[in-house]
């Protein structure tokens, strides 16, 4: 029933920046939230920004300061600015929504980012 797909990944030298969208099918406001997480191999899954229904954004400490969580709601679409790009932040990105009244969490299908030293 929700659609959310990611796009925007890619290759990028450390330093570099990449700006990743979520496209949701329905509006963004049917979601009590929505964020990105980040998974790398062997490591365990990470929620790196949120953005409630309200506007309210969230950053994990490691990005803090780097990444930047928006959205236009015409879209119906969150991004995620990441810019001073490490190596460290290479993983697959994940966009996430949870649903208003059933709670129901829906998940992207992960976009590649690589960041090379």
């Known amino acids: 029933q929700v659609q959310l797909v990611e796009s925007g990944g890619g290759l990028v030298q450390a330093g570099g920046s990449l700006r990743l969208s979520c496209a949701a099918s329905?509006?963004?406001?049917?979601?009590?939230?929505m964020g990105w997480y980040r998974q790398a191999p062997g490591k365990q899954r990470e929620l790196v920004a949120s953005i409630t229904g309200g506007g309210s954004t969230s950053y994990s400490d490691s990005v803090k300061g780097r990444f930047t969580i928006s959205r236009d709601i015409a879209k119906n679409t969150v991004y995620l600015q990441m810019n001073s790009l490490k190596p460290e932040d290479t993983a697959v990105y994940y966009c996430n929504a949870k649903r208003t009244i059933t709670a129901t969490l829906y998940w992207g299908q992960g976009t590649q980012v690589t960041v090379s030293s």
């Open positions: 329905e509006s963004i406001f049917s979601f009590n939230a």
